[in-house]
């Protein structure tokens, strides 16, 4: 990338100058202060200072001077921000006229003007006026004939955003094949057994002959069992991962090498909150966990059930003063499907679990290629 960028700067001949901020662009403005309590709703972008949502604090209906967009703002503390749409501001906010230049050649200044302004000299006891603002100087590109390099921003921009959309690109690719790996799946487009079982969800007893039926917990999984307590001083580190109470990390508060209990993979957890976990992989657990064992059921049920279980026990009815333990977790009442009101219906928990997992996958694609496709538009803009 910098290589790009140095190349760049080389074949164009580039120099380097100061330059005044008034003598390019004129005396900035300001707006005009309007208190929370006289604003009206409306449509307008209202710049204060700030960097939460770029310094705009409100959406307005007054009547306010309006800025155009392309141009750059400057609030009291010296931040620098683009504006590619026409605004109102406030009196703590300078603002530069360059409306008149192209989009990309307008972003290069808005970063110059940033780093000279920006460098710590305004703050609350002494904040940055438009005055300040005409009298700002900013290191800028010149061409050979010691005007602006216009060309130079555009294509230093231009590169800088076709280098962002091929990092969304590549992070696609690898976010897709992380999740399609993790979940054993080749792609993340339905079936069309799933999509018909997905039109379906509100039918399944005509469709498919399923219903719910309440089933206690040690009968279908047998006793829960519970690890052992292990003080954090008297931890050997390792690779076991020990599963505590808590939502941080899935629980996992240590990796451990102490000679503990090793509870298998596929199997649930419910800490003392109620929140109930599965785990893909072997673990260790202390004895404010409750473990399930559910590992000779197929993995996609398990995960079903999980969900089933956290609905019962993680209702509140759990905290600090009254803890969960195994022997709450064998008299748990769980609602899971059935066929004939008697046989566990696997088939349909695996098919939704599927459809589940699929669907989180297509989301993420899709705000991936959102943002690319926002970014590559951006990139084709002028």
């Known amino acids: 990338m910098q290589e790009k960028l140095t190349k760049l700067e080389k074949d164009l001949g580039i120099e380097w100058q100061e330059f005044n901020l008034e003598e390019l662009f004129g005396k900035s403005t300001r707006g005009r202060r309007l208190k929370s309590s006289d604003r009206i709703k409306g449509k307008l972008p209202f710049v204060t200072a700030g960097e939460a949502n770029m310094g705009i604090s409100a959406y307005i209906g007054n009547d306010v001077t309006i800025f155009p967009k392309n141009t750059i703002?400057?609030?009291?503390?010296?931040?620098?921000?683009?504006?590619?749409?026409?605004?109102?501001?406030?009196?703590?906010?300078?603002?530069?006229?360059?409306?008149?230049?192209?989009?990309?050649?307008?972003?290069?200044?808005?970063?110059?003007?940033?780093?000279?302004?920006?460098?710590?000299?305004?703050?609350?006891?002494?904040?940055?006026?438009?005055?300040?603002?005409?009298?700002?100087?900013?290191?800028?590109?010149?061409?050979?004939?010691?005007?602006?390099?216009?060309?130079?921003?555009?294509?230093?921009?231009?590169?800088?955003?076709?280098?962002?959309?091929?990092?969304?690109?590549?992070?696609?690719?690898?976010?897709?094949?992380?999740?399609?790996?993790?979940?054993?799946?080749?792609?993340?487009?339905?079936?069309?057994?799933?999509?018909?079982?997905?039109?379906?969800?509100?039918?399944?007893?005509?469709?498919?002959?399923?219903?719910?039926?309440?089933?206690?917990?040690?009968?279908?999984?047998?006793?829960?069992?519970?690890?052992?307590?292990?003080?954090?001083?008297?931890?050997?580190?390792?690779?076991?991962?020990?599963?505590?109470?808590?939502?941080?990390?899935?629980?996992?508060?240590?990796?451990?090498?102490?000679?503990?209990?090793?509870?298998?993979?596929?199997?649930?957890?419910?800490?003392?909150?109620?929140?109930?976990?599965?785990?893909?992989?072997?673990?260790?657990?202390?004895?404010?966990?409750?473990?399930?064992?559910?590992?000779?059921?197929?993995e996609l049920v398990v995960l079903f059930a999980t969900t089933a279980i956290h609905k019962s026990s993680h209702a509140g009815q759990f905290d600090y003063s009254r803890n969960f333990y195994a022997s709450d977790a064998d008299e748990l009442l769980i609602q899971l499907p059935t066929i004939n009101s008697d046989k566990l219906a696997m088939d349909f928990m695996s098919l939704y679990i599927s459809i589940v997992k699929k669907l989180v996958i297509k989301d993420v694609v899709l705000f991936s290629d959102r943002e690319i496709e926002l970014t590559d538009s951006l990139s084709a803009s002028k």
């Open 73 to 298: 703002t400057i609030d009291m503390f010296g931040s620098a921000k683009y504006r590619n749409y026409s605004y109102g501001a406030d009196d703590h906010v300078a603002v530069v006229s360059t409306s008149d230049l192209p989009e990309s050649a307008v972003l290069f200044i808005t970063s110059a003007i940033h780093k000279s302004a920006n460098a710590g000299q305004f703050d609350y006891s002494r904040n940055f006026y438009a005055s300040d603002a005409d009298e700002l100087t900013i290191q800028l590109p010149v061409n050979d004939e010691k005007m602006l390099a216009i060309d130079y921003m555009e294509q230093f921009i231009g590169t800088l955003k076709a280098e962002r959309v091929a990092t969304l690109k590549a992070e696609r690719v690898a976010t897709l094949k992380a999740y399609l790996k993790v979940t054993g799946l080749e792609d993340y487009h339905l079936t069309s057994e799933e999509q018909e079982l997905l039109d379906n969800l509100e039918n399944l007893e005509s469709k498919y002959g399923i219903d719910w039926k309440e089933y206690r917990l040690d009968e279908l999984f047998g006793k829960a069992s519970r690890g052992r307590r292990l003080k954090s001083a008297d931890r050997i580190n390792g690779d076991l991962p020990f599963v505590t109470a808590g939502e941080v990390s899935m629980g996992i508060s240590a990796y451990i090498g102490n000679d503990v209990k090793r509870f298998s993979s596929n199997t649930i957890t419910i800490d003392m909150f109620g929140s109930s976990k599965y785990r893909s992989y072997e673990y260790g657990a202390d004895d404010h966990v409750a473990v399930i064992h559910s590992d000779s059921f197929p």
